[in-house]
């Protein structure tokens, strides 16, 4: 640990106090509010590696490996006032100071995780859990015990079983309504883009064979000509919308839970990526009440176009350090890889002839997304086949050249999962944002290969060649489409592995990053994306204290036993000075 010892530096502070102003000066005699001291620092302050990895001359690391540079911090009134040493930082102690001791924990700028879901992850605590879940018989025993507690006709709602994964096998409702008989039953997928009814679903919802399926969705059929119970795409919407929408007071409940879940979970800020009406409300709500436990900054669904306009008339929020922020709208123009609803260029190598969905066929509004960017909105971009990437690319590049000030607004491609080699170069020419997930990388390596070939797999979750291209990137989980654990988000993005450490020496390892690409993908460079670079995102007086304090050290365990961050637990959350969560 390449620190000055306590006795050390408080001689230094000592030997120049005769030539410096006295630290309490900027405190008074209450002293700072709060100071973390023999702490593991990474200020982050030094620069961005080099496309290639290569780390600025000035990271704190040497032949040993890295180390922290500095090992305190003092806080006031919601901003960094002191970094450095723990016997200065202590001149900052008054009669109002809360001193920590964190015993050589690990203290990083508050992360961020840049596309969530978090109304879905707060209901995601309260439905069946079919995360992780492999067979249809699990699925239904998990379903069948909560419709035991369920009072008779009361809708049972699950989420979570992987439509990429069940893909050449997936459920219909025979089975399903055998064992559920007396509530309707609805089953949204991992990333919903499939749904799995039974028949009193199917009853409640009125849908028939002879129900209009939205252009871009499929409902599957049985050997009866019936509907089955299994819809994709954009026929999602015919079962989901059967269900009665929470009461806002259930709704502002699942925002808190799911806010307060990233805050123990080390999130100092969210991007809340397609929020409608009543998202807005409820988030509305928990600002005017000042009960947001972390920063959230929310992209307006296209897909709710009243909302939308609403906001167009207004403009986007200019209060950027607000704890809600709205100044994006988030579009969707192409399905999911796993359903095989994403737009590639070349016909699926698992489904001949076919070659997914987008643009209007999806729901899509290039006009009114227009309008938006014109009024000066940044708008995020769903996109997952090369395809689909392509056509969002060429969309942005038409409208920067019809309304050239639209440019400089940061715009962004969510996911950015399958890319044509000859792409990767005009998101950095087009300066639009990569928003991607290390964890869906990992998750889908098991059948993506399937879906796409060898040859395009090698422009599918590319992290290197979107670095090597001047791409910027931010990092997330999607959630609850994939687990947010910041641990398993640093590893995977690290090592291209799962959380049993396989494939040996990783899948497609030459698009993985390095330490400090996968901190800054998680704190300063999505600080950039919601252009909050010059007040967090980096440990320095002056900044937000958004911080996050942590059990190992991700910068060691990258070169030493990557697998060991996987056992790393969050010990601190702090919000604007404030801990939200304390271990």
Wanted: glycine share 8%; aromatic share 8%.
């Amino acid at each position: 640990m390449k620190t000055v010892s306590p006795l050390v530096a408080l001689v230094l502070v000592l030997l120049s106090s005769s030539c410096s102003r006295d630290p309490r000066e900027q405190t008074g005699a209450e002293g700072a509010d709060l100071i973390l001291v023999n702490a593991r620092v990474y200020t982050m302050s030094w620069d961005d590696p080099q496309a290639d990895g290569t780390l600025d001359n000035k990271a704190p690391r040497n032949e040993s490996g890295w180390y922290p540079d500095a090992d305190a911090i003092a806080t006031k009134g919601g901003d960094i006032i002191f970094v450095g040493s723990t016997a200065e930082a202590m001149t900052l102690r008054g009669e109002g100071s809360r001193v920590i001791d964190l015993a050589g924990a690990t203290v990083l700028p508050g992360l961020v995780d840049s596309h969530t879901h978090v109304f879905e992850l707060g209901a995601l605590l309260e439905r069946v859990n079919l995360v992780d879940v492999e067979t249809e018989e699990e699925a239904i025993r998990r379903v069948v015990e909560r419709a035991k507690e369920t009072p008779k006709g009361e809708w049972v709602i699950g989420q979570g079983w992987d439509e990429g994964a069940w893909a050449n096998h997936y459920p219909d409702k025979v089975l399903l309504s055998e064992a559920v008989p007396d509530h309707p039953v609805f089953l949204a997928s991992l990333h919903s883009f499939a749904g799995w009814a039974n028949q009193l679903a199917l009853d409640k919802a009125a849908i028939t064979a002879d129900t209009e399926i939205p252009v871009g969705g499929e409902m599957r059929l049985g050997s009866d000509g019936k509907p089955n119970g299994l819809f994709l795409n954009r026929a999602v919407a015919l079962i989901r919308n059967a269900v009665p929408p929470p009461s806002q007071e259930v709704r502002a409940k699942q925002l808190l839970t799911g806010l307060q879940r990233m805050a123990q979970d080390g999130y100092t800020a969210v991007h809340d990526a397609g929020d409608d009406a009543g998202m807005m409300r409820a988030l509305e709500q928990l600002e005017a009440e000042n009960r947001l436990p972390v920063r959230v900054y929310a992209m307006l669904s296209l897909r709710d176009e009243d909302l939308v306009r609403r906001w167009i008339d207004k403009g986007p929020d200019t209060d950027n350090d607000s704890m809600l922020v709205t100044r994006t709208v988030k579009a969707y123009y192409d399905g999911a890889l796993g359903s095989r609803g994403a737009r590639l260029l070349y016909d699926y190598s698992d489904q001949p002839g076919h070659r997914g969905i987008s643009g209007e066929g999806y729901g899509f509004n290039q006009a009114l997304m227009a309008a938006a960017m014109k009024q000066g909105f940044q708008v995020a971009i769903h996109a997952i086949g090369d395809a689909g990437n392509r056509e969002s690319l060429d969309i942005l590049a038409a409208i920067f050249e019809d309304a050239p000030a639209t440019r400089k607004n940061r715009h962004r491609i969510e996911h950015a999962q399958v890319v044509n080699p000859d792409d990767f170069a005009r998101f950095g020419e087009l300066g639009i944002i990569a928003s991607m997930e290390p964890p869906h990388a990992v998750e889908d390596k098991t059948w993506a290969e399937d879906r796409l070939g060898a040859e395009r797999t090698l422009g599918a979750y590319a992290w290197r060649s979107m670095r090597k291209s001047d791409v910027r990137l931010t990092f997330n989980a999607d959630n609850p489409g994939s687990d947010h654990n910041i641990f398993y988000g640093l590893h995977a993005a690290i090592t291209r592995q799962d959380k049993n450490s396989e494939p040996e020496g990783g899948w497609y390892a030459q698009e993985s990053v390095n330490a400090d690409e996968a901190v800054r993908a998680y704190t300063s460079w999505s600080a950039y994306a919601s252009f909050r670079e010059d007040v967090s995102g980096i440990i320095e007086a002056g900044r937000w204290a958004d911080l996050t304090v942590m059990d190992v050290d991700p910068f060691v365990l990258a070169d030493d036993i990557p697998a060991d961050m996987l056992h790393g637990r969050i010990l601190l959350t702090i919000v604007n000075g404030n801990i939200v969560y304390e271990r």
